[in-house]
Each structure stands twice: as structure tokens, then as C-alpha cells.
């Protein structure tokens, strides 16, 4: 599992050494490698460059879109679980992005892909997105805001990271090009920011030991993108089958 390396050091150690500590920044660091590993995935790279094979894609999008229901459920939850109306007014936007704006782009692309109906709506999900599913409604169901925030942030986070900057030469692709323009324009930049601020508040007043269970449950969360990226390939890694209990 990554942050072997650093695992004596808590949160609280690392604060004492940092100017502006922030508890997602700890917890970024902490994941590694599978963070590199994710934000750099040979799948990512090859949809920035407009490269990826379209089975593989449609196959990526089909298991996207029948995890996109359980993020929605665990974006639901949030909302009830904020503890501010602003943090719930915040949350309640991105739910109609998810409902809405991505909704209309699936539809198009599978489209596109020649994605049959059955394979639309009822997948055979791949290990990867049964530990994805299992991980995130485990987390809203069982922990806090807290908890939630600490699979979302990674989730979200990751997404960002790997599609900015930008590419100069987009892919010509629409569902390509669009799919890293949802990912990076400035109010899904603003919104991971947001969500990452939520969880440093939060994290930063945590206890030492919920502060270790929010860790793992961020580790394990980028552990699995990375196997999910993997899984649009047909094949899968061995971290989707197994991991930390939190």
C-alpha cells in the first residue's frame, strides 16, 4: 500500500513542519504512488492525445456511467450531512451537473460508440467498479461528512489533475474532447477547491485515529482509479480486489 514510506508521520507532525498546512495536500502525499500512478495512467495520457482505442474508451465510459448512480447516492448524502446551507447549496450544484450536463454527454457518446442499450444500462461491472461502489457507499453510509468527503475529494481531485493543464491540440473526438473540457474548465477547478477546503477543515479537527481512518479511506480511493483506468484495457489490477478495511 503506498505511504509506507511515511507512515509514523501524522497529520499533526506534518502541520508543525509546513507554513500552510492543508490536510488534503497531506493526505495527496501520503497516497503516493498510486497517485502518480493514476494522474498519469497510460489511459489518461492516451485520451489527452486523442490515441485511445474506442472499444477501450466505450468500454471506460460504460463502466463510468454505471458507477456515476452510486456518486450521485454519495453526493446526496453530503448534502444532508453539511454542516452549513451554503456547503449544502455548493454540493446541491455539482448534483445537477452529474444529473444534467455529464448525463447529456453519455448519452451522445455511447451514441457515437455504437455502445448497445444493454451494455448502457445493465453492465457487467468489472471488480474495479464493484470495490469503487462498495468503498463509496460504505464510506457515506457509515462514516460522517468527513468520511465522504475523504473518497469524493480523491475522486474528484484526481479527475482535475489529470486533465489540466489543457491540451493545446484537443483530440478532434468530441466524446474525447469533451470529457477532459468537463474535467477542467474553471468551475469543476473551483469546485475540487472547494472540496478540498471542506475536507481540510474537517480533517484538521479531527481526532488522531479518525484522522488515519480518513487517510485510508483517500488511499484506497486513489488506489482504485488507478485500477479503473487500468480495467478500460480488459485487464485488472490486483488492488481492485482486495485493500485496507477503515
Given at each position: 500500500m503506498s505511504g509506507e514510506g511515511e507512515a509514523s508521520e501524522s497529520y499533526r507532525e506534518h502541520a508543525a513542519g509546513e507554513s500552510d498546512p492543508r490536510f488534503s495536500e497531506w493526505l495527496r502525499r501520503r497516497s503516493e504512488p498510486d497517485w502518480t500512478a493514476a494522474t498519469e495512467h497510460r489511459f489518461t495520457q492516451e485520451l489527452r492525445a486523442g490515441t485511445v482505442d474506442d472499444e477501450v474508451f466505450g468500454r471506460y465510459l460504460v463502466q463510468d456511467y454505471a458507477f456515476v448512480g452510486t456518486l450521485v447516492g454519495a453526493f446526496g448524502r453530503a448534502v444532508g450531512d453539511a454542516p452549513t446551507m451554503a456547503a449544502k447549496s455548493r454540493l446541491s450544484d455539482f448534483l445537477g451537473v452529474l444529473t444534467s450536463d455529464e448525463d447529456d454527454y453519455f448519452a451522445r457518446s455511447f451514441e457515437a460508440l455504437d455502445v448497445p442499450e444493454s451494455e448502457r444500462t445493465d453492465p457487467a461491472l468489472t471488480?474495479?467498479?464493484?470495490?469503487?461502489?462498495?468503498?463509496?457507499?460504505?464510506?457515506?453510509?457509515?462514516?460522517?461528512?468527513?468520511?465522504?468527503?475523504?473518497?469524493?475529494?480523491?475522486?474528484?481531485?484526481?479527475?482535475?489533475?489529470?486533465?489540466?493543464?489543457?491540451?493545446?491540440?484537443?483530440?478532434?473526438?468530441?466524446?474525447?474532447?469533451?470529457?477532459?473540457?468537463?474535467?477542467?474548465?474553471?468551475?469543476?477547478?473551483?469546485?475540487?477547491?472547494?472540496?478540498?477546503?471542506?475536507?481540510?477543515?474537517?480533517?484538521?479537527?479531527?481526532?488522531?485515529?479518525r484522522q488515519r481512518r480518513l487517510e485510508r479511506l483517500f488511499r484506497r480511493t486513489v488506489e482504485l482509479e488507478a485500477a479503473f483506468f487500468e480495467s478500460a484495457y480488459g485487464e485488472e489490477s490486483a488492488a481492485a480486489g482486495g485493500g485496507e478495511s477503515w
Open positions: 471488480p474495479a467498479t464493484r470495490a469503487f461502489e462498495d468503498l463509496l457507499g460504505r464510506a457515506s453510509r457509515e462514516g460522517g461528512y468527513a468520511e465522504t468527503l475523504a473518497v469524493l475529494v480523491p475522486a474528484e481531485w484526481v479527475y482535475l489533475s489529470w486533465a489540466t493543464p489543457t491540451p493545446d491540440d484537443p483530440p478532434e473526438q468530441f466524446y474525447l474532447a469533451e470529457w477532459i473540457d468537463l474535467h477542467a474548465n474553471e468551475g469543476f477547478v473551483s469546485f475540487v477547491e472547494w472540496l478540498r477546503s471542506e475536507l481540510d477543515r474537517e480533517g484538521a479537527a479531527a481526532s488522531s485515529r
